[in-house]
């Protein structure tokens, strides 16, 4: 029988998103051994996992077996430690699931309903947000007109499984120097008779720019979709207004652009010739 029993954790085999023949939960050395010794029925299955460093991943029974970085941990109780008996201990390891070369994104977007846990220590309501948006929106000159402003939460998913499962990308899996994006026009908008402005707000620092930041990037507006390109995703707001097409039509019009400039030269022309034929009769 050991006198003092060590347990350890190990991390999973499977270090790359979709790998065969690797096992993606950790295991227990030395786990009979203690069983033995201590009187316990600690098992394999007790060990809970979580996303750590940007993962998103709530702690779970479940291991997980998406790309990401994540800790595999198991919490031990009535356990006699230096510190006297009946303690709790946990024993953890740190392990990260690699994506593959093949990877698929979209974005998803859906109306701003709720503050982003990332930016719960900078705004406690969503109205916070909005109004920190709206401050940064101009459109020729002018702030947005009420009513002609929509709030968004913005999310990009990541794919290794050809869309199969998708998952929020986090700090380490968001492209570097930014991401292209296309979002959904305001309702009853179109590009041909509107202009907009977007403001986006990073709910973490990535790519030179901190949590909380807004960055207002050049909108470009094709058939069906407003494209941008932003350094982040979260909460976004797109305003609008109308093109005025009534101080285009107020223009004077000519009917022909291209007598004017026939008229102006044959002027030009007349009073030269005019000067020349004066200066000839002063010298008569």
């Known amino acids: ?164 499962i998708w998952v929020k990308a986090t700090k380490d899996t968001f492209p570097k120097g930014g991401i292209t994006v296309e979002l959904d026009y305001p309702e009853g908008t179109n590009g041909r008779e509107y202009r907009f402005a977007v403001a986006h707000m990073l709910t973490v620092a990535m790519n030179g720019m901190k949590t909380g930041d807004i960055e207002k990037p050049e909108v470009v507006t094709t058939d069906k979709k407003i494209r941008v390109t932003l350094n982040g995703l979260s909460p976004v707001a797109i305003s609008w207004t109308k093109i005025d097409n009534q101080a285009i039509d107020s223009l004077p019009q000519t009917g022909d652009t291209e007598r004017p400039l026939v008229y102006g030269l044959a002027v030009l022309f007349a009073c030269i010739g005019l000067g020349v034929l004066l200066k000839r009769n002063n010298k008569k």
């Open 1 to 164: 029988m050991t006198a003092n029993p060590t347990l350890t954790i190990v991390k999973p085999t499977l270090e790359t998103y979709g790998q065969t023949g690797k096992s993606a939960a950790a295991t227990l050395t030395g786990l009979e051994a203690f069983n033995t010794v201590t009187g316990k029925s600690i098992a394999a299955t007790d060990i809970k996992y979580v996303g750590r460093a940007g993962t998103t991943y709530a702690e779970s029974a479940t291991a997980p077996t998406n790309a990401g970085k994540y800790i595999a941990k198991i919490t031990l109780t009535g356990v006699k430690t230096s510190a006297g008996d009946n303690k709790s201990v946990t024993t953890s390891v740190d392990y990260e699931i690699a994506g593959t070369a093949t990877e698929e994104r979209k974005t998803e977007e859906e109306p701003l309903k709720k503050v982003p846990d990332e930016l719960k220590r900078l705004y406690s309501t969503v109205q916070q947000i909005e109004k920190k948006l709206l401050a940064n929106l101009m459109i020729n000159g002018q702030a947005p007109a009420p009513g002609q402003t929509v709030f968004k939460n913005v999310e990009l998913m990541i794919s290794h499984d050809s869309g199969k």
